[in-house]
């Protein structure tokens, strides 16, 4: 379970908040993530757990300063994803699908709401942008597959939909609605806060990425085409220990996929919940670059019953699996 969202770059500069008119910015920000404990409901695990998720993330993002107040990002993901059934289909081998490959584009416009020069000590900004089905939502992956019974074991190298947890895109065009803004409280502390929501209106996109067909989750074997969400909310300490250029942060980050869509249906397999997590990090800002890095610690999971679920009778929702922790470390170079 991951949103698709780019992966924000957080953190103080020395040269400030604001970038100037005609800047242009190039961040990459690599995301990596491996989720084996399983969680249903309200941060109830399930022993023993299923399948193990492996996702490492490239964001590539481009951001052209249009005035003082207004830019322009154009977001581009790369995704290399494993599912991982921890199946032992025959001694040594075990059921492994595996997909790489462009995700979904997004473009957003942001405005700051006050002037940059006259507010060096607190702002906000909105954002509205498009995020377009470039990502493949069609993926296959060849595995060992055992097609007959445990006593009578018959392994095949087949050709499968990989599931959903590892496709590059959800094949739907998205609408991104987004708000970040920070306060200088005093010359030691600031605080931070972000928020982001990706409306998919696409209701399903048609595909079966159950690996094996509908069920044992819902009849349906359409996939959704699901909102996600991220916010993230906690303050940064410049210069600690006195050095140039450092700063620390540490916040509360939440972000998952909802039961029921902003926009348009919510039938079809999806797997809705939210992690919270404690998100300490460190940036490192000198002359053009800036360097970020993030660790996301997970301390609550849950695992929301799907709309599906919920028609189909279920008293509770089916596991999924869930990250302890992320690791995101992120460059920028300003032009």
Do not use: C
């Not at 991982?84 to 025959?90: E, H, K, L, P």
């Not at 995020?131 to 060849?142: H, I």
């Amino acid at each position: 379970m991951v949103t698709r969202l780019s992966v924000p770059v957080s953190g103080t500069s020395e040269g400030g908040p604001y970038l100037q008119k005609n800047d242009t910015q190039v961040s990459l920000v690599y995301r990596y993530l491996h989720a084996e404990r399983h969680f249903r409901d309200n941060n109830i695990e399930n022993i023993p757990p299923g399948p193990h998720v492996t996702l490492n993330t490239f964001d590539l993002s481009v951001t052209r300063q249009l005035s003082l107040k207004s830019s322009l990002s154009l977001s581009i993901p790369f995704i290399d994803g494993e599912f991982n059934r921890r199946f032992r289909v025959q001694p040594g081998a075990r059921s492994v699908s595996n997909t790489s490959g462009l995700g979904d584009i997004a473009l957003t416009y942001r405005r700051w709401m006050f002037e940059p020069e006259s507010h060096t000590t607190g702002n906000y900004r909105l954002a509205f942008g498009f995020k377009l089905p470039t990502g493949d939502y069609k993926a296959r992956s060849d595995r060992l597959v055992n097609l007959g019974t445990s006593d009578e074991p018959m392994v095949e190298m087949t050709s499968t939909n990989a599931d959903v947890a590892i496709q590059p895109g959800d094949g739907g065009f998205g609408l991104v609605f987004g708000f970040d803004g920070f306060k200088v409280v005093e010359e030691s502390l600031s605080l931070y806060a972000e928020a982001t929501y990706l409306a998919n209106p696409r209701e399903s996109n048609d595909m079966n990425n159950q690996e094996f067909g509908s069920g044992p989750y819902v009849p349906n074997d359409r996939t959704s085409v699901p909102d996600y969400y991220l916010a993230r909310l906690g303050g940064a300490v410049p210069r600690p220990f006195g050095i140039a250029g450092l700063a620390t942060t540490l916040g509360l980050r939440i972000e998952g996929q909802p039961v029921h869509d902003l926009f348009g249906g919510s039938e079809g397999f999806r797997r809705p919940g939210y992690t919270l997590a404690v998100e300490p990090g460190l940036s490192f800002a000198k002359w053009n670059s800036q360097w970020n890095l993030s660790v996301p610690l997970t301390i609550r999971r849950v695992r929301h019953k799907s709309l599906d679920e919920d028609l189909d009778g279920r008293t509770s929702a089916v596991s999924a699996a869930f990250a302890d922790y992320n690791i995101l470390v992120g460059y920028s170079l300003l032009f």
